[in-house]
Each structure stands twice: as C-alpha cells, then as structure tokens.
Nanobody, 127 residues
C-alpha cells in the first residue's frame, strides 16, 4: 500500500519556525520528485515548493522565497520543508505530493501534475 505521511505541523507564534517532514510507506521516496502544497480554509490548494529526485532543481513560490527551504535526505528517504518567519497567512494544511519526475517551471504549481498525496499536517500560526 502506497502512503505518504506528512508530519511536523503544529501551533507556532508569528515569526516562529517549523520543519515539516515527508516520508513514504510502500515505495521509495528517493525515486520521486516531491512537492509541498498547502490548503488554507476557504482557499484552493496552492503549490509552495518542489524538488527533483537528485535535489539538483528546486522551485519556490514567490510568497515563500527567503522564508521556506525545501530539501531531502536520501539516507533517510525523507523530504523536508523548513519554514521560518511564519505569518498568520501561512496557516493551512500542508501536503507533500510526489511525481515520477519534477514538473517543468511553468507547471510545478499545478496540483494535477502530482500522482500521490498524503493526508497533510496542520500548521497554525497564531499569537
């Protein structure tokens, strides 16, 4: 059974940091490109970042550049999203979908490009 598991979410004050993790069960995460998406209440799911299998290519949405960093560790088959200087508008459920290869620069933010999705992890930024 293929399963993606996001973890590391929680409640944090504005200006704080969180690191989200993404692991896989039933398949090797290293064989896939990994994206990070989020869905805020009342909004559609939006792409935040995406990383290639080798970690040689990374994409970021403009609204997280300089605050969020995507990475992956092949030794542990884990992908990460380091989030710094969090803002209340970052409150959302965060997902790490996978794809057999990294989408192009013009399509990586399209959720339809990704093949597998987990249940997500809740991030709440509030004082």
């Amino acid at each position: 059974q293929v399963q993606l598991v996001e973890s590391g979410g929680g409640l944090v004050q504005p200006g704080g940091s969180l690191r989200l993790s993404c692991t896989a069960a039933g398949f090797e995460l290293d064989a896939y490109a990994v994206g990070w998406f989020r869905k805020a209440p009342g909004k559609g799911r939006e792409g935040i970042s995406s990383i290639s299998k080798s970690a040689g290519r990374k994409y970021y949405a403009d609204f997280v550049k300089g605050r969020f960093t995507i990475s992956r560790n092949s030794a542990t088959s884990t992908a990460y999203l380091q989030m710094n200087n969090l803002k209340p508008e970052d409150t959302a459920i965060y997902y790490c979908p996978t794809r057999t290869s990294l989408p192009g620069a013009s399509t990586w933010r399209d959720e339809g490009q990704y093949e597998s999705w987990g249940q997500g992890t809740q991030v709440t930024v509030s004082s």
